[in-house]
Nanobody, 121 residues
Framework: QVQLVESGGGLVQAGGSLRLSCAASGSIFSIGAMGWYRQAPGKQRELVATIVSDGRIAYADSVKGRFTISRDDIKNTVYLQMNSLKPEDTAVYYC???????????????WGQGTQVTVSS
């Protein structure tokens, strides 16, 4: 059984910063891509940033230059440093990871429970 546990959300004023963390635990053989998605009220879930095991990174245009994704493969943890936050960044942020639980199993997609980020104007 694999779990992704997020932390670091909260309320911040516009222009402020937050750092999200997501730790994977359980029966893990290897982890491929890890990423962050967000979903604002009344909107579809959207990709924020991803980082692949070889270090390749991709960001949504709306967060480029403000957000930084990183990972610690020893701790099986992915981070999202969010700077210069805007009210439109308000959403529930979800962690996602592609995890292989054994050498003979394919990668499976796992999600965290979500953490609320609220940016006040």
């Amino acid at each position: 059984q694999v779990q992704l546990v997020e932390s670091g959300g909260g309320l911040v004023q516009a222009g402020g910063s937050l750092r999200l963390s997501c730790a994977a635990s359980g029966s893990i053989f290897s982890i491929g891509a890890m990423g962050w998605y967000r979903q604002a009220p009344g909107k579809q879930r959207e990709l924020v940033a991803t980082i692949v095991s070889d270090g390749r990174i991709a960001y949504a245009d709306s967060v480029k230059g403000r957000f930084t994704i990183s990972r610690d493969d020893i701790k099986n943890t992915v981070y999202l440093q969010m700077n210069s936050l805007k009210p439109e960044d308000t959403a529930v942020y979800y962690c996602n990871a592609a995890i292989r639980v054994s050498p003979t199993r394919p990668l499976g997609a796992y999600w965290g429970q979500g953490t609320q980020v609220t940016v006040s104007s």
